[in-house]
Nanobody, 126 residues
Framework: QVRLVESGGGSVEAGGSLRLSCAASAWNTCMGWFRQAPGKEREGVAAIRSDRTTFYSDSVKGRFTISKDNAKNTLYLQMNSLKPEDTAMYYC???????????????????????WGQGTQVTVSS
């Protein structure tokens, strides 16, 4: 069982920045950030695989950066140039699947992850 604890959410004006953190209790092969706005499905935002390959959704590419500190087992999401449409609950997710997801689109699919954090709210005002 992997426990994930997110932090770093909050309220910011459009154009601002936030950094999310996710502390994991155990090793995993792929970790990601997902978000869910009211009335919408949960969507993949960014992911990083154990080989350090990163993946981004088109909506955040160039604005968000995912990284991981393996020594601390902590995942980060640096979010810059935030927009009101980035407002959502953000969730950290992890999988211990071996091998990690390699199929096209898989690292950003909710179905690839079996561990989830409780979520942290990000609100961007215009």
């Amino acid at each position: 069982q992997v426990r994930l604890v997110e932090s770093g959410g909050g309220s910011v004006e459009a154009g601002g920045s936030l950094r999310l953190s996710c502390a994991a209790s155990a090793w995993n092969t792929c970790m990601g950030w997902f978000r869910q706005a009211p009335g919408k499905e949960r969507e993949g935002v960014a992911a990083i695989r154990s080989d350090r390959t990163t993946f981004y959704s088109d909506s955040v590419k160039g604005r968000f950066t995912i990284s991981k500190d393996n020594a601390k087992n902590t995942l980060y999401l640096q979010m810059n140039s935030l927009k009101p449409e980035d407002t959502a609950m953000y969730y950290c997710a992890a999988t211990s699947r071996v091998p990690p997801p390699y199929e096209l689109g898989a690292p950003l699919s909710v179905y690839e992850y079996n561990y989830w954090g409780q979520g942290t709210q990000v609100t961007v005002s215009s």
